[in-house]
Every structure is written in C-alpha cells, then in structure tokens.
C-alpha cells in the first residue's frame, strides 16, 4: 500500500481512478499521473504498480537531511517477452515546466533515487507530459472501457476469423465485410474494439485510431 497518502490540493487535480491491476482504487496527485496510470493500466507487460511506494532520505542544496517520495513504481511480467527483460521501474511524474524551473532544488532528490533504484536493480525515470500525452493515450483511454467489457467467444472468432481472410483492412471495411445490414455491423463494433484492446488484433496505437485506421490479423 502507499507509503504516503496525496492530500487535497487546490493547485492541482487529485483523486481516485479505479485500477483493474490492483483491484482496487488507485490514487494520482495531477492529472499527468491520472494519466500515466491510464498508461500503466492498458499496458499488458505490467504485472503490478503502486502509487506513493517508498521513502527516500537524500540531502538537499543546503545541506540539510530531506525524504522524498517518488510517484509510482512498476513491476513487469516474467512470463512474456518483451516484459521479462524490462526492470522494475520508479516514476517521477513531472510538468517539463516544473521540472526546468525548480531543477536545481529537484536534481538532489533524483540523484538519490537514481542511486537506490540502482542499488535494488531498478531503473528511476523522470517522465513528463510529453512522453504521456500522445495519440498513444487517447487512444487507450478510447480503449479502455471495451477491454472490461467480455463477449461470447464465437462471436470473437468470427470477427477475427473474417480479419484473418483479409489479412489487413480498416475497421468499417471489416465490419462491412461480415454483415450487409447496419444493425448487425453496430453489433460488432464493440466487440472489434475489445479485440483491438486485449491485443488480439493489430494496429498501430501510436497513430490517432478511427474507423479508418489500418488493422491487421496477427494469426
């Protein structure tokens, strides 16, 4: 459990977002660590996360004894690729902004926990919203939602089975391809979506995703 609980902030937006990893409800101090949990949620090679996880003491400018508490830390799966080569990881969730103004009261805290993590064999990140708010994330946040949703598994195997003849098309072609009449088509469009997001079907995440998109079969 966190070490540290995020208190109300009136400068920045804190709360709870519901973790399926964790099953629980997972706290974020901004909106930029809401969404880097969004991330971490969607991404399959994550085996567990916790935020606030530990306390490190460092020594600040001035000399004087401090603790800082990093945002978040990742443990990976061992039992796929690439996950089982990835480390362990410590976050630091930070506005470029913040972290360009108040670098030289910030660097003494980040040495300190580059330091640990590489004493535990893990890697320490500093990451910011450039790295987090790409069409990467609107996508998973599009996503989501379907992957918590469960289906008859013939109906997946038919989309897919469709998919697999084709080999690579868009979303509105594949829906069209199975079915003429446009109820049925909307029928299936969650559950293409599903497929998409438990990565059963493939598609580029790092381009903004429509019905237009390029897909493919991954069989």
């Given at each position: 459990?966190?070490?540290?609980?995020?208190?109300?902030?009136?400068?920045?937006?804190?709360?709870?977002?519901?973790?399926?990893?964790?099953?629980?409800?997972?706290?974020?101090?901004?909106?930029?660590?809401?969404?880097?949990?969004?991330?971490?949620?969607?991404?399959?090679?994550?085996?567990?996360?916790?935020?606030?996880?530990?306390?490190?003491?460092?020594?600040?400018?001035?000399?004087?004894?401090?603790?800082?508490?990093?945002?978040?830390?990742?443990?990976?799966?061992?039992?796929?690729?690439?996950?089982?080569?990835?480390?362990?990881?410590?976050?630091?969730?930070?506005?470029?902004?913040?972290?360009?103004?108040?670098?030289?009261?910030?660097?003494?805290?980040?040495?300190?926990?580059?330091?640990?993590?590489?004493?535990?064999?893990?890697?320490?990140?500093?990451?910011?919203?450039?790295?987090?708010?790409?069409?990467?994330?609107?996508?998973?946040?599009?996503?989501?939602?379907?992957?918590?949703?469960?289906?008859?598994?013939?109906e997946q195997e038919f989309l897919l089975s469709k998919l697999k003849d084709m080999r690579?098309?868009?979303?509105e072609a594949l829906l069209l391809a199975c079915y003429r009449e446009p109820i049925n088509?909307?029928?299936?469009?969650?559950?293409?979506?599903?497929?998409?997001?438990?990565?059963?079907?493939?598609?580029?995440?790092?381009?903004?995703?429509?019905?237009?998109?390029?897909?493919?079969?991954?069989?």
């Amino acid at each position: 459990m966190p070490v540290r609980r995020i208190p109300k902030n009136s400068r920045s937006i804190t709360g709870l977002v519901a973790s399926n990893k964790l099953q629980r409800m997972a706290e974020f101090e901004s909106s930029l660590e809401r969404d880097l949990i969004l991330l971490i949620e969607f991404d399959l090679n994550v085996d567990y996360y916790e935020e606030q996880p530990l306390v490190i003491d460092y020594v600040d400018s001035n000399g004087e004894e401090r603790i800082y508490t990093p945002d978040i830390f990742v443990r990976y799966r061992n039992d796929i690729v690439p996950a089982k080569w990835m480390l362990p990881s410590l976050y630091e969730v930070k506005y470029r902004r913040d972290l360009f103004a108040n670098w030289k009261e910030l660097k003494p805290k980040y040495r300190a926990a580059r330091a640990y993590a590489k004493t535990k064999g893990w890697r320490f990140n500093i990451i910011t919203e450039q790295e987090i708010r790409t069409p990467y994330l609107q996508n998973i946040k599009f996503l989501l939602p379907y992957r918590r949703l469960s289906f008859d598994w013939s109906e997946q195997e038919f989309l897919l089975s469709k998919l697999k003849d084709m080999r690579e098309i868009n979303p509105e072609a594949l829906l069209l391809a199975c079915y003429r009449e446009p109820i049925n088509r909307a029928k299936l469009i969650p559950i293409m979506w599903h497929l998409v997001s438990i990565s059963m079907i493939g598609v580029d995440l790092r381009l903004p995703l429509t019905m237009h998109s390029r897909i493919w079969s991954l069989d």
